[in-house]
C-alpha cells in the first residue's frame, strides 16, 4: 500500500511541476507582451510621427535631424511622447541647448 502511495506522490509531484511550469511560462509571455506593447508605445515610429508635424521643426532641418539622433535613446523618447505639444519644442530645444552635458 505505502509503495503504491509513494509512486503516486511522485506523479502528483511531476504534475505539480509541470503546473508550475506552464504558470512561469504563461507569466513570462504575459510579461513580454506588455514589454513589447511598451516599446511599441515608446518606438522612433510614435516620435517622427509626432515631429512631423510639429510647427518650428522643419523637416532635414538642425532642430529635425538632432531630434531624430535624440529618438535613439528610449528613455528620451518616453520624455518626448509624454510631453505636451506646446513644451515639446520647448524641450527639444532645451535638450539640444544642453548636449553632451548630461
Same mark, same amino acid.
Given at each position: ?14 504534475? /505539480? ?9 504563461? !507569466?513570462?509571455? !504575459? ?34 535631424? +538632432?531630434? /531624430?539622433?535624440?529618438?535613439? &535613446?528610449? &528613455?528620451?523618447?518616453?520624455? +518626448?511622447?509624454?510631453? &505636451? ?15 553632451? &552635458?548630461?
Amino acid at each position: 500500500a505505502k509503495k503504491g502511495k509513494k509512486g503516486g506522490g511522485k506523479v502528483g509531484g511531476a504534475s /505539480t511541476m509541470s503546473l508550475s511550469i506552464e504558470r512561469l511560462v504563461a !507569466a513570462y509571455e !504575459a510579461r513580454t507582451t506588455v514589454k513589447s506593447d511598451a516599446d511599441k508605445a515608446y518606438s522612433i515610429g510614435a516620435c517622427m510621427e509626432l515631429l512631423k508635424v510639429m510647427p518650428g521643426v522643419p523637416p532635414g532641418g538642425e532642430l529635425w535631424c +538632432f531630434a /531624430t539622433r535624440l529618438f535613439m &535613446n528610449r &528613455n528620451k523618447r518616453e520624455m +518626448f511622447l509624454a510631453l &505636451n505639444d506646446d513644451l515639446r519644442l520647448v524641450w527639444l530645444n532645451n535638450e539640444k541647448l544642453t548636449e553632451g &552635458n548630461i
